[in-house]
């Protein structure tokens, strides 16, 4: 059982930023591709980012392309999403996921492992 925790959600202006981290409890973590997701009410969780095992792959809806960045440190078990330039419609529940593989999917359902999500509204 992989466990993590996110942190980093909140309330912010359009066009503001957040730092959402996703800190991971096992020490294998560096080999695991990770994902960032996210779900509004009445909608299905949708793939936001992802970052290979190496971090040299990365990959990000096309809704957020140019304003999220993933990163991961593998020495503090932790993947980041830089989200800038927030639109209220970024509004969500936002989650990372592994299911211990080397490559990141932006399938929701390919996934086994997730954290308890951290609330992100974003006020116009």
């Known amino acids: 059982q992989v466990h993590m925790v996110e942190s980093g959600g909140g309330l912010v202006q359009a066009g503001g930023s957040l730092r959402l981290s996703c800190a991971a409890s096992?020490?294998?973590?560096?080999?695991?591709?990770m994902g960032w997701f996210r779900q509004s009410p009445g909608n299905e969780r949708e793939f936001v980012a992802g970052?290979?095992?190496?971090?040299?792959?990365?990959g990000y809806a096309d809704s957020v392309k140019g304003r999220f960045t993933i990163s991961r440190d593998d020495a503090k078990n932790t993947v980041y999403l830089q989200m800038n330039s927030l639109k209220p419609e970024d509004t969500a529940v936002y989650y990372c996921?592994?299911?211990?593989?080397?490559?990141?999917?932006?399938?929701?359902?390919?996934?086994?492992?997730w954290g308890q999500g951290t609330q992100v509204t974003v006020s116009s």
């Open positions: 996921a592994t299911d211990r593989r080397l490559a990141f999917s932006n399938n929701w359902k390919e996934y086994r492992y």
């Open positions: 970052i290979g095992w190496s971090g040299d792959s990365t």
């Open positions: 096992e020490r294998s973590f560096s080999t695991y591709a």
